[in-house]
């Protein structure tokens, strides 16, 4: 107990670190992060604090997933206008199941074929870093500006590639264990983790809606959210399906319903703040994280073998997304070739990827975390400024999410629910939001 104390002391101490240095050197403080948790799993003091046996522990009894993942969900989903939802979810389906399948064949068949590694550890690779990160996704789209239904089509995307990231990881860790999975076990098992998600999603946030209107006090407001969040995550990992789409169905439901009934502009603010506090507390560890679960001796070692991967991930990116967004339409106009950059250059991976390779059992693990930790730290250092200076130069400099904060949208200045078009980011109905 006295250890977990420290530990937390000492990372908030970090993170705060952090964010009074980037805003004195301009870079973001989740990068920082990243940079501070790589040295310290490279110096002695990683072992003495804690952190890297803290961290490690996290990982292997899936803890990080439970505890970071849900509430980043939670206070990002919260804000999204179902309008937007409904304008984006087909292509965001179509990237996050047959998008991940393309790309797990691609990257697995390149790295089995043509590398010339084993056939175990190129599909078990590729099954846990097709999927694009949330916690990476939602950092990078706080700061860079692009057209809200593009955050909102990424930031699905990652939600739900969850459940097929997992069900094809799944078959390939059975396989690794000699319990080999049938095809259509395999599509059962997928279709049961998206849809018993879903369904344990609508559930809790219709309880969530029914117990809202006896709560007139923001500290009874926010026990209702938390309890709404992890209780989604916990029932539904509890019956198999899956947590973070249940907390993202939750998120959904309840910030274009319950919110909505908020009439105290005093608990909606205390209720926008508490996540806001939350959201930053867990961005920092799942980047932190990133940082002190990397080996970077063993990096500077397999510089080859880790570019290569790094480049066989790209091209399968590019292999998913142009075609899937090439044929989708979004509010019925065809999706610019600005929005396919954009969502090229927006996959990436990260704190995802190393959780599921820490479950990978030691015999199989080293070679397959070599890579992950290689492709995980370029696609975070790469890719995320390359994405910055896309977005500024293609869409302008102003964000498209206030950092840690659920847009302010839903209230006017005397605290009662705003009309309807009151909810539009201009006069003529949104055209902030028109495909580029």
């Given at each position: 107990m006295a250890l977990t104390v420290e530990v937390l002391a000492v990372f908030l101490l970090l993170a705060l670190g952090s964010v009074l240095l980037s805003r004195k050197v301009k870079v973001p403080f989740t990068m920082l992060l990243v940079f501070v948790g790589l040295a310290i799993s490279a110096a002695p003091i990683s072992a003495l604090a804690g952190l890297n046996v803290f961290f490690n522990n996290l990982a292997s009894e899936q803890l990080f997933v439970g505890l970071i993942l849900p509430p980043l969900l939670f206070e990002s989903v919260i804000g999204v206008k179902l309008a937007d939802f409904r304008a984006v979810y087909r292509p965001a389906l179509l990237l996050a199941t047959v998008g991940v399948l393309i790309s797990?064949?691609?990257?697995?068949?390149?790295?089995?074929?043509?590398?010339?590694?084993?056939?175990?550890?190129?599909?078990?690779?590729?099954?846990?870093?097709?999927?694009?990160?949330?916690?990476?996704?939602?950092?990078?789209?706080?700061?860079?500006?692009?057209?809200?239904?593009?955050?909102?089509?990424?930031?699905?995307?990652?939600?739900?590639?969850?459940?097929?990231?997992?069900?094809?990881?799944?078959?390939?860790?059975?396989?690794?264990?000699?319990v080999a999975l049938q095809p259509l076990e395999a599509v059962a098992y997928f279709s049961y983790t998206l849809s018993g998600g879903v369904l344990v999603g609508l559930g809790v946030a219709w309880a969530a809606r029914r117990l809202q209107p006896m709560i007139d006090d923001s500290v009874t407001q926010v026990v209702l959210t938390l309890a709404a969040v992890y209780g989604a995550y916990a029932v539904a990992t509890s019956l198999g399906t899956s947590g973070l789409i249940a907390v993202a169905v939750t998120g959904l439901y309840y910030g274009n319903t319950v919110l909505f009934k908020v009439e105290?502009?005093?608990?909606?603010?205390?209720?926008?703040?508490?996540?806001?506090?939350?959201?930053?507390?867990?961005?920092?560890?799942?980047?932190?994280?990133?940082?002190?679960s990397t080996n970077i001796f063993l990096l500077g070692t397999t510089l080859g073998a880790f570019l290569v991967a790094y480049a066989v991930v790209v091209m399968a990116r590019i292999t998913s997304v142009y075609p899937i967004l090439s044929l989708s339409r979004v509010a019925g106009a065809g999706i610019p070739s600005s929005w396919m950059n954009t969502s090229m250059l927006g996959g990436m991976r990260g704190a995802l990827a190393i959780a599921l390779m820490s479950v990978i059992p030691l015999a199989t693990r080293g070679q397959v975390a070599t890579l992950t930790f290689g492709v995980v730290m370029l696609s975070i250092l790469l890719q995320g400024p390359l994405l910055s200076r896309y977005a500024k130069r293609t869409f302008g400099a102003q964000q498209t999410l206030q950092p840690y904060v659920i847009p302010d949208r839903i209230y006017d200045m005397e605290g009662a629910p705003a009309p309807a078009e009151a909810l539009s980011p201009d006069p003529e109905g949104g055209k902030s939001d028109e495909l580029r």
């Amino acid at each position: 107990m006295a250890l977990t104390v420290e530990v937390l002391a000492v990372f908030l101490l970090l993170a705060l670190g952090s964010v009074l240095l980037s805003r004195k050197v301009k870079v973001p403080f989740t990068m920082l992060l990243v940079f501070v948790g790589l040295a310290i799993s490279a110096a002695p003091i990683s072992a003495l604090a804690g952190l890297n046996v803290f961290f490690n522990n996290l990982a292997s009894e899936q803890l990080f997933v439970g505890l970071i993942l849900p509430p980043l969900l939670f206070e990002s989903v919260i804000g999204v206008k179902l309008a937007d939802f409904r304008a984006v979810y087909r292509p965001a389906l179509l990237l996050a199941t047959v998008g991940v399948l393309i790309s797990t064949l691609v990257v697995g068949v390149v790295l089995w074929k043509v590398v010339g590694l084993s056939v175990l550890v190129s599909f078990l690779f590729a099954a846990l870093i097709s999927p694009t990160d949330v916690a990476t996704v939602l950092e990078v789209f706080r700061r860079v500006n692009v057209p809200t239904r593009l955050a909102t089509l990424l930031e699905m995307e990652a939600v739900f590639n969850d459940s097929t990231g997992i069900a094809i990881f799944t078959v390939a860790l059975a396989t690794s264990a000699a319990v080999a999975l049938q095809p259509l076990e395999a599509v059962a098992y997928f279709s049961y983790t998206l849809s018993g998600g879903v369904l344990v999603g609508l559930g809790v946030a219709w309880a969530a809606r029914r117990l809202q209107p006896m709560i007139d006090d923001s500290v009874t407001q926010v026990v209702l959210t938390l309890a709404a969040v992890y209780g989604a995550y916990a029932v539904a990992t509890s019956l198999g399906t899956s947590g973070l789409i249940a907390v993202a169905v939750t998120g959904l439901y309840y910030g274009n319903t319950v919110l909505f009934k908020v009439e105290s502009k005093q608990v909606a603010e205390a209720t926008r703040q508490f996540w806001g506090i939350v959201a930053f507390v867990a961005n920092a560890a799942a980047f932190f994280f990133i940082g002190v679960s990397t080996n970077i001796f063993l990096l500077g070692t397999t510089l080859g073998a880790f570019l290569v991967a790094y480049a066989v991930v790209v091209m399968a990116r590019i292999t998913s997304v142009y075609p899937i967004l090439s044929l989708s339409r979004v509010a019925g106009a065809g999706i610019p070739s600005s929005w396919m950059n954009t969502s090229m250059l927006g996959g990436m991976r990260g704190a995802l990827a190393i959780a599921l390779m820490s479950v990978i059992p030691l015999a199989t693990r080293g070679q397959v975390a070599t890579l992950t930790f290689g492709v995980v730290m370029l696609s975070i250092l790469l890719q995320g400024p390359l994405l910055s200076r896309y977005a500024k130069r293609t869409f302008g400099a102003q964000q498209t999410l206030q950092p840690y904060v659920i847009p302010d949208r839903i209230y006017d200045m005397e605290g009662a629910p705003a009309p309807a078009e009151a909810l539009s980011p201009d006069p003529e109905g949104g055209k902030s939001d028109e495909l580029r």
